[in-house]
């Protein structure tokens, strides 16, 4: 199904805009939502539409998003492509992810227009989105809307922490092959500032007016899984900073696939072309670093 004019919408300054795109007469409008209850930013005016993930990723990485159009544009022929998406506080574009669609989320029912009218068009299909609701429980749904963790379906896809503050959080990464996740916990307080943004940052209380966007890489040379950071996002002069900083070492893993698989077997799955070797240096490291982690504090905890 194409973007038509008739599909441009203006959400600028609406807390809860209405968007009438349901295929059921029987269901209410669908309500969007700006993060933190806000109201959508002044311009936020272009079209609601379904951003399909890259081959090889999963139907369940899909994401509704706003592509913002500048000088009140119609055409989406003419206007798509040079515009860009709505961005969230974050600096990440706003989205209605894949998983609230499930109809686990605690706003499912003002999703359902958005759901009815994706399986209409064929971009999502209502089988995928049965097994999907098993998997995207209501408690591993509440714990990322409350910020605690966030789910991720590939290596590099970024996620956003917050500078200067102490707290863990946990990534849910989709099993390859749709068979549950494998969670990851990183530590907020690891996050090391990198050397391009130390002139821009001067005083300390500046850095928690960024987040951080970072990612999960495999340091081949080392043998472990890191973070990087690959951009900043400044909350107060709404500027991205694109800016890769040094790897920090991920300390410690755990998996909960119900198979109760070793978490770094399970999280090298995500690796492309991994030898068997590379697999046992990984989990010899891993081991290593945990165990010097517990000497240095007895009392280390995830």
Not at 94 to 111: F, M, R, V
Not at 185 to 190: I, K, L
Not at 214 to 231: G, H, L, M, N, S
Not at 283 to 301: I, M, N, T, W
Request: include cysteine; charge should be neutral; glycine fraction near 4%.
């Amino acid at each position: 199904m194409k973007l038509q004019p008739s599909d441009f919408w203006d959400f600028s300054l609406h807390k809860t805009p209405c968007r009438p795109q349901n295929v059921s007469r029987e269901l209410s409008p669908a309500k969007l939502v700006y993060p933190l209850r806000q109201a959508f930013p002044e311009g936020t005016q272009g079209f609601l539409y379904y951003h399909l993930p890259p081959n090889p990723l999963p139907q369940t990485a899909g994401q509704v998003r706003i592509r913002v159009v500048q000088g009140g544009a119609k055409d989406p022929t003419t206007s798509f492509e040079r515009s860009t998406d709505l961005l969230a506080p974050t600096g990440r574009p706003w989205s209605i992810p894949y998983w609230k669609l499930t109809g686990n989320s605690s706003d499912a029912e003002s999703l359902a227009p958005i759901r009815e009218s994706l399986i209409a068009s064929g971009l999502i299909d209502q089988d995928t989105l049965d097994k999907s609701r098993h998997m995207f429980t209501p408690e591993i749904i509440h714990d990322v809307k409350a910020g605690h963790s966030h789910i991720l379906h590939s290596m590099n896809e970024p996620f956003c922490m917050r500078f200067g503050t102490r707290r863990k959080l946990k990534l849910w990464l989709v099993d390859p092959r749709g068979e549950g996740f494998t969670s990851v916990w990183v530590n907020s307080h690891d996050l090391e500032l990198p050397d391009s943004l130390k002139e821009v940052i001067v005083e300390p209380e500046h850095l928690k007016r960024l987040w951080a966007h970072v990612q999960i890489e495999y340091d081949a040379a080392k043998f472990r899984f890191a973070t990087r950071i690959i951009a900043a996002y400044d909350t107060t002069e709404k500027i991205i900073h694109e800016s890769p900083g040094e790897r920090s070492p991920i300390r410690f893993l755990k998996t909960d696939s119900p198979e109760g698989k070793d978490p770094y077997e399970a999280l090298l799955s995500f690796v492309p072309k991994i030898s068997q070797r590379e697999i046992k240096l990984t989990q010899e490291q891993a081991v290593s670093e945990f165990l010097l982690c517990l000497l240095k504090s007895p009392d280390y905890r995830v």
